[in-house]
T-cell receptor, first 110, second 113 residues
Framework: GENVEQHPSTLSVQEGDSAVIKCTYSDSASNYFPWYKQELGKRPQLIIDIRSNVGEKKDQRIAVTLNKTAKHFSLHITETQPEDSAVYFCAAGDAGKSTFGDGTTLTVKP | KAGVTQTPRYLIKTRGQQVTLSCSPISGHRSVSWYQQTPGQGLQFLFEYFSETQRNKGNFPGRFSGRQFSNSRSEMNVSTLELGDSALYLC????????????FGPGTRLTVT
């Protein structure tokens, strides 16, 4: 089955700095790579996703890159703000089934 | 449009009991997936239902089961509860089985004592 590794497990940055979270996956059949943000006590919210036929996708301060050959994808957050503080999960999979990474706790210090 | 809803939101059960959790997907969504979230294990896939049929199943024991009704609402059942079953159970819905974009419900917090 699919195995997703996510690094780092914790990340602390100063407000305004950039944050990068990286994930690797094992199943070359995976073709969908979403990122979720989960604030304390709340449900995971989809923030951005990328499909296997796209190398990069950007949405305002958030971008995701995918390297299918190396089987890794990354989340980039620029100009971080305190409200970006949360747990971020990557996932890899296909229709109906996603395998999640263990999460990265991002803390943005004002 | 209303989001994914789950009931109950909190549940306390004793070891050996069984429990049933309910999930109502976003209106028009026909695929429902269930996940178990624990601090140590992250988000673990339980199973996915579409059109009243289980399409995918994760690596959980047979004590975990589920079903989906004709209105796409889904239930999951855990029998013979163990302390390790204490977790947040999340369901997520998507439009069709091939639709990869999932929307999560608020979860049911199950505590087994």
């Amino acid at each position: 089955g699919e195995n997703v590794e996510q690094h780092p497990s914790t990340l602390s940055v100063q407000e305004g700095d950039s944050a990068v979270i990286k994930c690797t996956y094992s199943d070359s059949a995976s073709n969908y790579f979403p990122w979720y943000k989960q604030e304390l006590g709340k449900r995971p919210q989809l923030i951005i996703d990328i499909r296997s036929n796209v190398g990069e996708k950007k949405d305002q301060r958030i971008a995701v890159t995918l390297n299918k050959t190396a089987k890794h994808f990354s989340l980039h957050i620029t100009e971080t703000q305190p409200e970006d503080s949360a747990v971020y999960f990557c996932a890899a999979g296909d229709a109906g089934k996603s395998t999640f990474g263990d999460g990265t706790t991002l803390t943005v210090k004002p | 449009k209303a989001g994914v809803t789950q009931t109950p939101r909190y549940l306390i059960k004793t070891r050996g009991q069984q429990v049933t959790l309910s999930c109502s997907p976003i209106s028009g969504h026909r695929s429902v997936s269930w996940y178990q979230q624990t601090p140590g294990q992250g988000l673990q896939f339980l199973f996915e239902y579409f059109s009243e049929t289980q399409r995918n199943k994760g690596n959980f024991p047979g004590r975990f089961s589920g079903r989906q009704f004709s209105n796409s609402r889904s239930e999951m059942n855990v029998s013979t509860l163990e302390l390790g079953d204490s977790a947040l159970y999340l369901c997520a819905s998507s439009l069709e089985w091939w639709d990869t974009e999932q929307y999560f419900g608020p979860g049911t917090r199950l505590t087994v004592t």
